[in-house]
């Protein structure tokens, strides 16, 4: 190739790399519209809010040892505050904290009202009470996860799956 067809080639060349590339502002501007697109669209069209349910809520909690101490589920679940979750559904699953990682307690009731901080569960409806060895439904309960302690006030009926040795001695 001459040197007049390598410059005329080059120059061709030239042309056609700026009529497909975009002059250096008009490139800038693109990119700084497509980085900033998301943010503008998150603000106008994104809405977190904090009353919207949680649909099959868990929340498990842990020993410091790392075995299981309680599993709260729920078909729906609303934040109150940090401490305190509105449950639909409950189920509450203790374990027995250690190695062997068993069912100790499962309690079932329609609503129940959790308080994270202070492990304690209530409700006003129905509670049952599933263990290997009694059965207790009742209504307007408390449970305590420290003390291990489920209180009914009312409509409580409780049965016995064990053999009572002497109860009436």
């Known amino acids: 190739m001459s040197r007049q067809e390598h410059q005329l080639f ?3 060349a030239r042309k056609r790399a700026q009529a497909r590339c975009p002059h250096p502002t008009t490139l800038l501007v693109v990119l700084v519209w497509a980085a900033l697109a998301p ?12 009353d919207a349910p949680i649909v099959n809520f868990r929340l ?3 020993t410091p040892d790392g075995f299981r101490q309680w599993l709260v589920r729920g078909t ?4 109150v505050s940090s401490q305190e979750i509105d449950i639909r559904e409950l189920t509450l699953t203790v374990f027995t904290a250690d190695a062997q990682d068993r069912i100790d307690t499962m309690l079932l009731s329609p609503t129940a009202v959790v308080r994270t901080d202070t492990q304690i569960a209530t409700g ?8 290997d060895t009694l059965e207790a439904t009742g209504e307007q309960w408390t ?12 409509n409580v009926r409780v049965t016995f799956r064990a053999e009572l040795k002497n109860l009436l001695q």
């Open 10 to 12: 080059r120059g061709s």
């Open 60 to 62: 498990p909690t842990f």
């Open 39 to 50: 943010f503008s669209s998150a603000q106008t069209t994104t809405r977190i809010a904090n």
């Open 76 to 79: 729906e679940a609303r934040l």
């Open 143 to 154: 449970y305590d996860h420290r003390e291990k302690r489920v209180s009914m006030r009312k």
């Open 124 to 131: 006003q409806s129905t509670i049952r009470v599933l263990t």
